[in-house]
């Protein structure tokens, strides 16, 4: 079985500041793994993804994730949030292209 | 095109009170998962479909949870004999299967009183 495991359930950050929020997961066999948002009263979105090849993956708002296979773990990071990402900031691995393991999530809370 | 939607948006009944939620996927997506959002155990899958099929029904919690698929496109999910545990926000996705990314409605918020 798999498991994602996000160990910070808020993270506050000032605007422009750096932020990483962190995933770790465990599995026998080869994964896939991704990062969904949650904005405030909105459903999940994907943000980004891994599935092979470059370790390294990118949104189109600036985040990105690498995925680190001796570490088990897919970090996500952003040199410069913006209020706007305010969201929560859920990981998720997935083996057979079926169902998604989400983590418990991580609330990003980007102040001025 | 239209994502996927759910409805109801917001669905409140009584304890022991059956229900249904529905699903509509994106056209021409071959596979359907049921997830559920609470507060107490996170994200959690209940179920998947590809085409009209459900493989993998491993995450429905008890017998009084079933869905079915039809026509490979809109989906029920019922709870019999809904109990308060069973409040939670229902998300239904949709893909085009293999790694295929998922689409999310914006779910159904059920509340058991």
């Known amino acids: 079985a798999q498991s994602v495991t996000q160990l910070d359930s808020q993270v506050p950050v000032f605007e422009e500041a750096p932020v990483e929020l962190r995933c770790n997961y465990s599995s026998s066999v080869s994964v896939y793994l991704f990062w969904y948002v949650q904005y405030p009263n909105q459903g999940l979105q994907l943000l980004l993804k891994y599935l092979s090849g470059s370790t390294l993956v990118e949104s189109i708002n600036g985040f990105e994730a690498e995925f680190n296979k001796s570490q088990t773990s897919f970090h996500l990071r952003k040199p410069s949030v913006h209020i706007s990402d305010t969201a929560e900031y859920f990981c998720?691995?997935?083996?057979?292209?079926?169902?998604?393991?989400f983590g418990t999530g991580t609330r990003l809370l980007v102040s001025p | 095109g239209a994502g996927v939607s759910q409805s109801p948006s917001n669905k409140v009944t009584e304890k022991g009170k059956d229900v249904e939620l529905r699903c509509d996927p994106i056209?021409?997506?071959?596979?359907l998962y049921w997830y559920r959002q609470s507060l107490g155990q996170g994200l959690e899958f209940l179920i998947y479909?590809?085409?009209?099929?459900?493989?993998?029904k491993s995450g429905l919690p008890s017998d009084r949870f079933s869905a079915e698929r039809t026509g490979g496109s809109v989906s029920t999910l019922t709870i019999q004999r809904t109990q308060q545990e069973d409040s939670a926000v229902y998300l239904c996705?949709?893909?085009?299967?293999?790694?295929?990314?998922?689409?999310f409605g914006p779910g159904t918020r059920l509340t058991v009183l």
């Open positions: 479909f590809q085409g009209n099929s459900a493989p993998d």
């Open positions: 998720a691995v997935s083996t057979g292209f079926q169902k998604l393991v």
């Open positions: 996705a949709s893909s085009r299967g293999g790694t295929d990314t998922q689409y």
């Open positions: 056209s021409g997506h071959t596979a």
